[in-house]
């Protein structure tokens, strides 16, 4: 009689096994080709995907005989561009309620089937493919519901390490230690045992996790925290906002026109919003905050040493989440910058070393068992479960919505036989101009010249405004319908160096015989971006990273235009307009859910 709604949760399981057998037998082809490049451990494309990280490979060694698929909230054996599909992407179970999850009831029916999928496996095409968990990942309250773990406010919060914590202000912060008392998997699950024994906090654990026999990796190996939630929504946001309370109102003023005003290529879904809207800031834009726009937006308006001490950290975790940039050292470049930016912290901040700061310093590990961080978010899945959300209307009952729309989404979609026809998709330009006069510049008759023996320069040469090159479009200044994003301004490889870099805009593809150009305009390096850091308490820290993530150039192009072999072309740039120069940053990751 006392029951109300707000005490009622409704828990929706999926019959995971008919959907992983959907899955697998659409996708069995990609799934076989990409495990080949796994099982070799030959990255192909070097963008340090989950499979070559350590916690995979291992499996890989453990389990060499079965053929398996692992689970991180999707399968990780496809390619990350069909991965993060939405109609790719199995839901398990979901707690629609008002109250907080109890792991135990909610996900009692689902770890049985998850332990079935694991022993019996699924048939598809005359193979036995047996289920691994890999991981669990979430933001720290999931984790906390998920590891049975004591909240992220909590003394003993980390999931990694003893760390105690300190009681000041009203509030938990968590200073900086060297070196951590680490956690083992030993001392995981003794710890674990005793909490459920005794019904008591030990160091940290409530209780058993309820992944406990279901991990493939030992925990707390196999956790890994999102850095959506924890690095972006959480830390990032909070020195957002800190900066930027201690600007003055003119420049506040400026900074935010600027932040929304920012031009990017055309594929970035979300830009950049102004900080005085921080509170109502996806975690996309903050992502594009971070890692594009505050260094060379802010540069020009804070104090050296306090702008310094923050780009360590937006170099460490854009070291994190783009492909290796320094091979097998990038992980720990990454660290020795968020280290000493937590380290200092104290230094420039007040009030703000809370478990989100903390946790940064056990990402080195997380980057080296499961890879690039852009392969690590929950973008993805949070986008899958609001659009199935959002298409309702007038109902109350969200949980209803969400599985019946997602039902169809599922099965419609795989009827569909050419659903993964952009991975059919080649290389190569596109957009003819037909309109285009090749005898208006002579670089082209040089080319004609040395390329092809033929008198007529306008049937054998074939102008283009657009072209695909790795699997990514690229724009043209000629390109007219481009609207105000920027996808013209590329960072291209020496034509003898590939280790030297220019940047430029690109006035047209070209296309004679079998090879194709782009012809670019040229921007001349203006200076390293460190020397815009100089003098700087960490100028030598930086120095290196910095100038690999960001590339000052000069305003004026170059008079002669150059043509370039499209292969030559690496990446996408945004580009910032700033008083004497521009600040150029290539694309962190084309792989991430946007």
Not at 73 to 84: G, I, N, T
Not at 281 to 286: F, G, I
Request: glycine residues 4%; contains cysteine.
């Amino acid at each position: 009689p006392n029951l109300n709604d707000t005490n009622v949760a409704i828990v929706y399981d999926s019959d995971i096994k008919s959907i992983l057998s959907l899955l697998l037998k659409k996708l069995y082809k990609e799934i076989r080709e990409y495990t080949k490049q796994l099982r070799i451990n030959h990255d192909v494309l070097g963008t340090y995907d989950i499979g070559f990280g350590y916690a995979y490979q291992q499996l890989l060694h453990k389990y060499s005989n079965e053929n398996f698929i692992t689970a991180l909230m999707h399968l990780d054996e496809l390619p990350s561009k069909v991965r993060y599909q939405r109609y790719n992407m199995p839901i398990v179970s979901m707690w629609i309620s008002s109250k907080e999850p109890n792991a135990s009831i909610w996900l009692q029916n689902t770890i049985a089937v998850l332990e079935e999928l694991k022993t019996t496996g699924i048939v598809v095409n005359d193979d036995i493919v047996k289920l691994k968990v890999l991981a669990i990942t979430g933001d720290t309250p999931a984790l906390k519901i998920a590891l049975n773990f004591i909240s992220h406010n909590g003394y003993y919060c980390c999931y990694f390490c003893l760390l105690h914590g300190v009681h000041q202000e009203g509030k938990r912060q968590y200073p900086y230690e060297c070196p951590f008392q680490m956690r083992t998997a030993e001392s995981f699950a003794r710890d674990s045992n005793i909490a459920s024994q005794f019904k008591r906090n030990e160091n940290g654990h409530l209780g058993v996790s309820v992944f406990a026999n279901v991990i493939d990796i030992q925990l707390p190996y196999s956790i890994i925290v999102d850095y959506a939630h924890a690095s972006l929504l959480r830390h990032s946001k909070s020195i957002f906002s800190e900066l930027y309370r201690r600007l003055s109102p003119a420049i506040r003023d400026d900074v935010d026109i600027t932040l929304a005003k920012q031009p990017f290529p055309h594929f970035f879904n979300r830009r950049m919003k102004s900080f005085k809207d921080l509170s109502f800031v996806k975690a996309t834009e903050v992502r594009n905050m971070l890692f594009y726009g505050f260094l060379p937006i802010f540069h020009q308006h804070l104090p050296m040493n306090l702008l310094s001490h923050f780009a360590l950290y937006i170099s460490g975790m854009r070291l994190l989440h783009s492909s290796p940039i320094f091979g097998d050292k990038t992980s720990e470049i990454a660290d020795a910058l968020l280290m000493k930016y937590y380290q200092d912290f104290r230094s420039f901040y007040r009030g703000l070393e809370n478990f989100v700061l903390h946790v940064h310093s056990h990402f080195k590990a997380q980057h080296k068992m499961f890879g690039a961080f852009s392969h690590l978010g929950s973008f993805g899945q949070e986008g899958l479960v609001g659009y199935m959300g959002s298409n309702f209307s007038g109902t109350r009952y969200q949980g209803d919505l969400i599985a019946e729309n997602y039902s169809l989404d599922i099965v419609l979609r795989h009827e569909i036989n050419d659903i993964n026809l952009f991975t059919k998709i080649v290389d190569g330009p596109f957009d003819k101009d037909v309109n285009f006069d090749f005898t208006s510049n002579d670089i082209f008759l040089d080319i004609h010249n040395r390329e092809c023996n033929c008198m007529s320069i306008n049937t054998c040469l074939t102008a283009f405004r657009r072209c695909r090159i790795h699997h990514h479009v690229y724009h043209s200044i000629h390109y007219k319908q481009r609207q105000k994003s920027i996808s013209y301004f590329v960072r291209y490889c020496h034509l003898t160096n590939d280790g030297v870099y220019s940047f430029g805009k690109i006035i047209m593809f070209f296309q004679v015989q079998s090879s194709t150009y782009a012809l670019i305009q040229q921007h001349p390096v203006h200076c390293l971006f460190s020397d815009l850091l100089l003098p700087s308490l960490y100028h030598e820290l930086l120095h290196k990273p910095v100038n690999h993530l960001f590339y000052v150039v000069s305003k004026q192009c170059l008079s002669v235009y150059e043509p370039v072999l499209v292969s030559r072309i690496l990446d996408h740039c945004i580009i910032f307009d700033c008083i004497g120069y521009h600040i150029v940053t290539p694309v962190s990751s084309y792989d991430e859910h946007d």
